[in-house]
């Protein structure tokens, strides 16, 4: 049964403020790197980005907001949904106000906040001069307590933010110690895939909440979300990205900054769950995908997400599967499951598999019973090097989660790289590998 990872809560500061006066370059600044996508166009920042930071051994979660609108079209209702969430839920607000100029919607949502009036702080960005600091006492006027002039791009004023985050957490009486739960070995896993194939939903149902929008328009999900969440006795960290499609389709810089996080994410992550929707089946954009993890060496578990839309016939999944398998043999070891992430069909099949690859991928083979076996699979095969001296002296596991192996040969000149793959093919059905990718690498000794 999946349930939600309960620990306590950080002291929570919420990022606010209309479009375009420099919420993410602020949560940036703060966290010391770029975890939220920036750029001068409007409405970049959808879904509420969250990060846990320690300033001063005060344990805080930073959560960057999207922008609030007063006119508002396609996903705009949403996105200012969990704005005003996140703002009520915190135990601090940083307002956010361009200094160069104060417009209808500043108004408009400082009357809103006025209710959480002993909980926010006015910060006026872009003040990177003196005269502009100085015009900040026009902003007192507003009647919030402090007000912060600062240039987030500059970093300038950011220590006087920190104190001022401090000591709101100081006097709330906020943990100041880090959570032992942060700790605990966590599997973490990555939601990759073309957009629309479920994957914000599948997230979503993970966690029991609404934590990314879920929307049929193509790009929804823009920065990376993630959340945590406990199924059997296993902690799981889960992220969702941004839809990748062909890089000949990605046309404007917040989409390719999309792309390239949800790309680095297979660095981070020990499963990738590559979701593919089941009726338009395995594309080549998916191979790509594929091919990066593999490079890597993460687990992967092919997800046919939607399937509860494909036409039932019999024999349906072992013929998709064959199919997937004929499209892409590099693949022929990624389990591969179905789910409707929309109703949760398949999910705790998903969680079983994931557990079962994760055991694989921390698996290590002892060295003097791996070159026992070795040595018995060169004697049923031996090296096709006729009227060469080629050797395989021995070898070792080197690494595990991603597992890797090495061969000690006499000579690489003249090596075949066939035999690479029987010895591979023999380490997964011996040792019980046969659900992760592996590496070989040879070494001349």
């Known amino acids: 049964m999946i349930s939600k990872h309960i620990k306590k809560r950080p002291f929570t500061v919420a990022i606010v403020g209309r479009p375009n006066v420099g919420k993410s370059t602020l949560f940036n600044r703060l966290i010391g790197r770029r975890r939220s996508i920036t750029d001068p166009f409007p409405g970049v920042t959808r879904d509420t980005v969250e990060e846990e930071l320690t300033i001063d051994g005060r344990n805080i979660l930073l959560v960057d907001t999207g922008g609030f609108k007063l006119e508002r079209e396609?996903?705009?209702d949403l996105v200012v949904e969990k704005s005003l969430k996140a703002a009520e839920e915190s135990d601090l607000i940083l307002l956010l106000v361009d200094i160069n100029e104060i417009t209808g919607e500043d108004y408009h949502f400082i009357e809103f906040l006025r209710k959480y009036e002993d909980k926010v702080v006015l910060i006026a960005n872009k003040a990177d001069n003196e005269k502009k600091e100085y015009a900040v006492w026009e902003l007192y006027s507003f009647g919030f307590k402090e007000v912060i002039p600062?240039?987030?791009?500059?970093g300038k004023n950011m220590d006087k933010v920190n104190s001022v985050i401090i000591n709101a957490a100081d006097k709330t009486g906020s943990n100041v110690e880090h959570d032992t739960a942060s700790d605990v070995k966590i599997i973490r896993i990555a939601i990759l895939g073309k957009p629309n194939t479920g994957k914000s939903t599948l997230l979503n149902y993970l966690l029991g909440?609404?934590?990314?929008?879920v929307s049929d328009?193509?790009?929804t999900t823009r920065d990376t979300i993630n959340g945590i969440f406990n199924y059997k006795t296993f902690t799981f960290e889960v992220v969702d990205t941004a839809g990748i499609r062909r890089k000949s389709k990605v046309k404007d810089s917040v989409e390719y900054y999309s792309v390239n996080r949800a790309i680095k994410t297979i660095e981070r992550s020990d499963i990738v769950?590559?979701?593919i929707d089941s009726v338009d089946g395995l594309t080549e954009q998916d191979k790509k995908i594929a091919s990066l993890v593999i490079k890597k060496g993460s687990g992967i578990i092919l997800v046919l997400n939607k399937w509860d839309r494909v036409k039932k016939v019999s024999n349906q999944l072992r013929a998709v599967t064959d199919r997937v398998r004929f499209l892409f043999p590099v693949l022929h070891f990624a389990p591969l499951v179905t789910t409707s992430a929309i109703n949760g069909e398949g999910v705790e099949?998903?969680?079983d598999v994931s557990l079962k690859v994760w055991d694989q991928l921390n698996k290590r083979v002892d060295t003097a019973q791996f070159n026992q076996a070795l040595q018995k699979w060169l004697t049923e095969y031996q090296l096709p090097v006729r009227g060469k001296n080629i050797k395989i002296r021995y070898a070792t596991q080197v690494e595990i989660n991603p597992v890797k192996f090495v061969f000690f040969v006499n000579n690489m000149r003249g090596y075949p790289s066939r035999y690479t793959r029987y010895i591979e093919n023999k380490i997964r059905k011996v040792f019980g590998f046969s659900l992760i990718p592996i590496h070989i690498d040879l070494r001349q000794n």
């Open 74 to 76: 396609e996903l705009d």
């Open 150 to 154: 600062v240039s987030a791009v500059h």
């Open 209 to 213: 909440e609404e934590k990314s929008i």
């Open 217 to 219: 328009i193509p790009g």
């Open 273 to 275: 769950y590559l979701l």
């Open 349 to 351: 099949h998903l969680l």
